[in-house]
T-cell receptor
Framework: GAVVSQHPSRVICKSGTSVKIECRSL??????MFWYRQFPKKSLMLMAT?????????EQGVEKDKFLINHASLTLSTLTVTSAHPEDSSFYIC?????????????FGPGTRLLVL | AQKITQTQPGMFVQEKEAVTLDCTYD???????LFWYKQPSSGEMIFLIY??????QNATEGRYSLNFQKARKSANLVISASQLGDSAMYFC?????????????FGKGTRLSVIA
């Protein structure tokens, strides 16, 4: 089946630093990728939709200057958490969409756990 | 209004027994897809089963089946012959429209605990 990777799987950083998370589709081209955030014991909340070659679409309440998204190619989207603060600590998970009428059209990465000290 | 409602925060089931996890949804789009994902403690989202709004039959995947009642807008997941490894969080999700360019909306999840 389709595989989506994320890197890093876990990161600890100091407050004020920036962290880049990569999401790659490994065996298909993804015109659209999605970034979700999940707090402990909570559900996944959509942060933004990343479209290859165009600007990302952010959900209401998500700071676009805080969470920079770049979809540079059909296999790579990056999420950069700028000037991270402890409240940004969370589980970030991406999904890659393949345009298809098949049943499973979104494939999730394994997620990245971010801890900001 | 919530688009996906999972009313059971936690469920317990005896090993080898069947369990039903509830999910109701709300949409006015005639085309939509319903998904169930399993999330173990590792965090990865494991796809379990999918039901399209136009599918006539209930979806089945091994021990998983989806009880799709369109008029009631419910899409309950049935796990038969529960195993200890089934202990995890389970999320119901919906995609409105019939394209992969639409994000999924998730319910709050149900934590299933399988007891030996």
């Amino acid at each position: 089946g389709a595989v989506v990777s994320q890197h890093p799987s876990r990161v600890i950083c100091k407050s004020g630093t920036s962290v880049k998370i990569e999401c790659r589709s490994l065996d298909f081209q993804a015109t659209t990728m999605f970034w979700y955030r999940q707090f402990p014991k909570k559900s996944l909340m959509l942060m933004a939709t990343s479209n290859e070659g165009s600007k990302a679409t952010y959900e209401q309440g998500v700071e676009k200057d805080k969470f920079l998204i770049n979809h540079a190619s059909l296999t790579l989207s990056t999420l950069t958490v700028t000037s991270a603060h402890p409240e940004d600590s969370s589980f970030y998970i991406c999904s890659a969409s393949r345009e298809s009428r098949y049943q499973e059209t979104q494939y999730f990465g394994p997620g990245t756990r971010l801890l900001v000290l | 209004a919530q688009k996906i409602t999972q009313t059971q925060p936690g469920m317990f089931v005896q090993e080898k027994e069947a369990v039903t996890l509830d999910c109701t949804y709300d949409t006015s789009d005639p085309s939509y897809g319903l998904f169930w994902y399993k999330q173990p403690s590792s965090g990865e989202m494991i796809f379990l089963i999918y039901q399209g709004s136009y599918d006539q039959q209930n979806a089945t995947e091994g021990r998983y089946s989806l009880n799709f009642q369109k008029a009631r807008k419910s899409a309950n997941l049935v796990i038969s012959a529960s195993q200890l490894g089934d202990s995890a969080m389970y999320f119901c999700a919906m995609r409105e429209g019939y394209t992969g360019n639409t994000p999924l909306v998730f319910g709050k999840g149900t934590r299933l605990s399988v007891i030996a």
